[in-house]
């Protein structure tokens, strides 16, 4: 029994020697001046506040997985995940606070991750509170501001009303909305421009 003990103790010091050995993830708060912003973000005491189609959200690391902190303040928002400028994903925001994977196993070297924003002011707000680098990760300096900025006002074509909706119906879920795939965001990249977006289905004069 006494052997058996001392076996277990050495196991569980073996275990515990390999858990301490491993490079902790590295945390960065909304403000952190290595995170980059587009868009109109509402900065507050504690998070930053997404509200309009098109805000994105971005960090340049050296590592191989991020994740980051959101909680929804509805249940109709949607987010692209683009990794080295191409979307790789979309993640559904919950009202919970959570932690979502934005990238994980990637090849180790310099990576950008960028969440954006793909559906309109009306689904609501989403808070962000940061970033994590997975084990290992290093956070790099933002590149330099982009020279040209570029803001467009408009209504459904501009914030992506149904324009992932294939069934013909232009339904409103923000399930069928992708602001990244709307002409005022394709033109801000191709000007490589600074992107605001202030849109929302149905304006109109009168």
């Not at 020697?17 to 403000?31: E, K």
């Not at 692209?80 to 993640?91: E, G, H, L, Q, S």
């Not at 570029?150 to 069928?176: P, V």
Request: proline share 3%; hydrophobic share 35%; with cysteine.
């Amino acid at each position: 029994m006494k052997e058996l003990t001392k076996y277990f103790i050495v196991i569980s010091l073996m275990f515990l020697g390999f858990w301490a050995c491993q490079p902790p993830m590295t945390s960065l708060l909304f403000s952190d001046a290595d995170i980059t912003y587009e868009g109109r973000i509402l900065m507050r005491d504690t998070v930053a506040e997404l509200i309009w189609p098109g805000t994105s959200v971005s960090i340049s690391f050296k590592g191989t997985g991020l994740t980051a902190t959101l909680q929804d303040l509805d249940t109709a928002n949607y987010y692209n995940v683009i990794i080295d400028d191409v979307p790789t994903a979309v993640i559904h925001t919950d009202t919970t606070k959570q932690h979502y994977v934005l990238a994980s196993d990637l090849k180790k070297g310099v990576h950008t991750v960028q969440l954006f924003k793909r559906t309109e002011w009306d689904k609501g707000k989403t808070l962000f509170y940061g970033f994590k680098l997975h084990e290992g990760g290093k956070v790099l300096s933002p590149p330099k501001p982009k020279k040209r900025k570029i803001e467009f006002y408009g209504n459904s074509i501009t914030c992506g009303y149904g324009n992932e909706d294939t069934s013909d119906q232009d339904r409103w879920f923000g399930y069928f909305q992708n602001n990244y795939e709307t002409y005022a965001a394709i033109t801000a990249r191709h000007f490589n421009a600074q992107y605001h977006c202030i849109a929302k289905w149905y304006w109109h004069n009168g």
